[in-house]
């Protein structure tokens, strides 16, 4: 079973709307969370990483929310852009070796 | 800066034939690479950990034997697909990270889609 689950699996929002995805983890012990946007055919980008101390972190249009007690994480998207339509996907990273335990990914397809 | 690049972005071939993927980290030594596939609408999946100068790390299932990995340098590292077959296809990532055998602080490639006919 992945230890990451993200929702929904996909999304088609029109431009100007905002949006949110969601990430639940059983991932433990627990070091931090990322978000990274994968276009298509291309190597995900970051977006945001938070640490189990930080509840939010933004990225210009990109705000992302971490509760580490319900292990529980969103990424919002306001005022999308037809530039946002791609797969986000929710990476966390366990302590010790830092190993990464990656989410299968929203494919967030923003419609003009 | 902490640019990666992959050659090539995308590569045909005919079942039986070997390729091989090169990753380079552009602006900086990476002492340690991982590469990935991902299927369609699927997560990245990790193959091996990479170490300059040292052998590869694989995952369980992983054929090491098949997917061969060298990294000769602190710049690059490459993976070759031996005796490709159409369950090959894939999209492969590479990622190099600034820390020694972690994850952390990893910069992804663009990957390189291949296809196996």
């Known amino acids: 079973k992945n230890q990451v689950e993200q929702s929904p699996q996909s999304l088609i929002i029109l431009e100007g709307k905002n949006c949110t995805l969601q990430?639940?983890?059983?991932?433990?012990?627990?070091?931090?969370l990322r978000w990274y946007k994968q276009d298509t055919g291309r190597g995900p980008v970051s977006l945001t990483i938070?640490?189990?101390?930080?509840n939010t972190k933004s990225n210009g249009r990109y705000t992302a929310t971490l509760d580490a007690d319900t292990k529980q994480s969103s990424l919002h998207i306001t005022a999308s852009q037809l530039s946002d339509s791609a797969s986000y996907i929710c990476?966390?990273?366990?302590?010790?070796?830092?190993?990464?335990?990656f989410g299968a990914g929203t494919q967030v397809v923003v419609t003009p | 800066g902490a640019v990666v690049s992959q050659h090539p972005s995308w590569v045909i071939c005919k079942s039986g034939t070997s390729v091989k993927i090169e990753c380079r980290s552009l602006?900086?030594?990476?002492?340690?690479m991982f590469w990935y596939r991902q299927f369609p609408k699927q997560s990245l999946m990790l193959m091996a950990t990479?170490?300059?100068?040292?052998?590869?790390?694989?995952e369980q299932g992983v054929e090491k034997d098949k997917f061969l990995i060298n990294h000769a340098s602190l710049t690059l590292s490459t993976l070759t697909v031996t005796s490709a077959h159409p369950e090959d296809s894939s999209f492969y990532i590479c990622?190099?990270?600034?820390?020694?055998?972690?994850?952390?602080?990893?910069?992804f490639g663009p990957g390189t889609r291949l296809l196996v006919l």
């Open positions: 990622s190099a990270s600034l820390a020694a055998s972690t994850q952390e602080t990893q910069y």
């Open positions: 602006d900086f030594q990476a002492t340690t």
């Open positions: 990430c639940n983890y059983t991932v433990s012990p627990f070091s931090n």
């Open positions: 990476v966390v990273t366990s302590g010790g070796w830092g190993k990464l335990q």
């Open positions: 938070m640490t189990f101390s930080e």
């Open positions: 990479s170490n300059e100068g040292s052998k590869a790390t694989y």
